[in-house]
Structures are given as C-alpha cells and as structure tokens.
C-alpha cells in the first residue's frame, strides 16, 4: 500500500538461523505494528510500538523481537526460527480515529 | 481478554441474495473496523466504525455497530460474484493512552456462485 513497505515480500530460511523483516513508513505515524496470519487464526498481533525506541508485546510475542530505531523503520527479528513461525507476517500502520493500513506481506517459510 | 468472535466462518451464496455475517466481541469497545481480503492479497480496508449505532455503507455493503451488545453487522445486498473473498472484523484494543492494535475475527470466506 502507497506508504508502507515491506521487505523481503519471500523468504524460506533454514530452522535456527535469525531472520530479520523490514517495515518501512512514508507516513510519519507514530504506531506501528507486526501481525502474523495464519489459516483458523484469523490476524494476530506479535509487537507494537507506539514511537521510536517505544515498544510492547502483543498476543503472540514469544519467539519474536523489534526495534524501531527512527520513526520510519519496524523491524522484526526471529532470532532463532522455528518452523511453527512459518507464517504471513503483515506491517501496519495507525492512526486514532482513522484506522489501521496494512503492508503488502511478507511469506516467510521456514524449513 | 478481548475476544471478536464472527460468524459464519464459511459463506457459500448465490448471486442476487443477501446475507449478514455477525461479529461479536467481549469487552467494551467503540472502534469496530471491516477488511476484505482476497487470496494472497493484503487487507482492504472497508468500513470504520467509531460510535455506537454508526451505519456505513459502501456499494452492496453496509456495515453496522451497537457497542451495547458488543455486536457489528455486515449485511450484503444482491450478491456478486466480485465479492467473494475473505471478510474481517476487528476491534481496537485502544487503552486512552494510545492505539493498542487490533483484535481479528477468524474472518468469514465467502464464495459467491452464478
């Protein structure tokens, strides 16, 4: 979507390696966020942050760290992957009173 | 815990009909949002619901909120076929201190037939 980026869109990494996924905004918002889809769960949500170097935990934290170093970069790190981390990850963006826009995805495979 | 519930999950209709798909969520919230999903695709978004009895409406869609019963609506009218695809309901986890992320229906997918 015009303003978030996410990078890679593809990975297939190997159990036990760290990866690393990238979240870049246009937009100047202050919340960001990392969801994870899989089939029967619907979206849910891993890490937030709320502003540079401001960051909380989600529903399904475990496994999973970021960082936001400046306002226009999320990142996300599996430090050490797990095939239960195959997933679609999705960045996404909010903004009070007008809703929340969503990254393009990223499928990561795990194998 | 916040908990949005939707139903059905699955949605098979014929073109031309109408049909509700129903999300129910467990705590109080006035911020209901709608996505559409199509296969591979990102999240659409189509609705946003900020008040009770808030009624929006786009095309063949309408969507609704009553934060009383902790309940939205999304009502389509005469079906077609670009419609199929997967809907979401989720609900702001907003605190007062900040926008805390959305809480995601399982979705509904919904195949519209000739």
């Known amino acids: 979507d015009a303003g978030i980026t996410q990078s890679p869109r593809h990975k297939v990494t190997e159990t036990g390696t760290p990866v690393t996924l990238r979240c870049h905004q246009t937009?100047?918002?202050?919340?960001m966020y990392w969801y994870r889809q899989d089939p029967g769960h619907g979206l849910r949500l891993i890490h937030y942050?709320?502003?540079?170097?401001?960051?909380d935990k989600g529903e399904v934290s475990d496994g999973y760290s970021v960082s936001r170093s400046k306002t226009e970069d999320f990142l996300l790190t599996l430090e050490s992957a797990t095939s239960s981390q195959t997933s679609v990850y999705f960045c996404?963006?909010?903004?009070?009173?007008?809703?929340?826009?969503f990254g393009s995805g990223t499928r990561l495979t795990v194998v | 815990e916040l908990k949005v519930e939707q139903n059905p999950l699955f949605l098979s209709m014929q073109e031309g009909k109408n049909y509700t798909i129903y999300c129910n969520y467990s705590t109080t919230s006035d911020r209901l949002y709608w996505y559409r999903q199509d296969p591979g695709k990102s999240l659409e978004s189509l609705f946003v619901?900020?008040?009770?009895?808030a009624v929006k409406q786009e095309g063949r869609l309408m969507a609704s909120l009553d934060t009383k019963a902790r309940l939205s609506t999304l009502h389509i009218t005469a079906a077609v076929h670009d419609l199929s695809a997967t809907y979401f309901c989720a609900v702001d986890m907003y605190s007062g201190g900040g926008a805390d992320g959305l809480t995601f229906g399982k979705g509904t997918h919904l195949i519209i037939q000739p």
């Open positions: 942050s709320y502003g540079v170097k401001d960051t």
């Open positions: 937009e100047n918002h202050r919340y």
């Open positions: 996404a963006l909010g903004q009070e009173n007008y809703g929340y826009t």
């Open positions: 619901l900020l008040s009770n009895g």
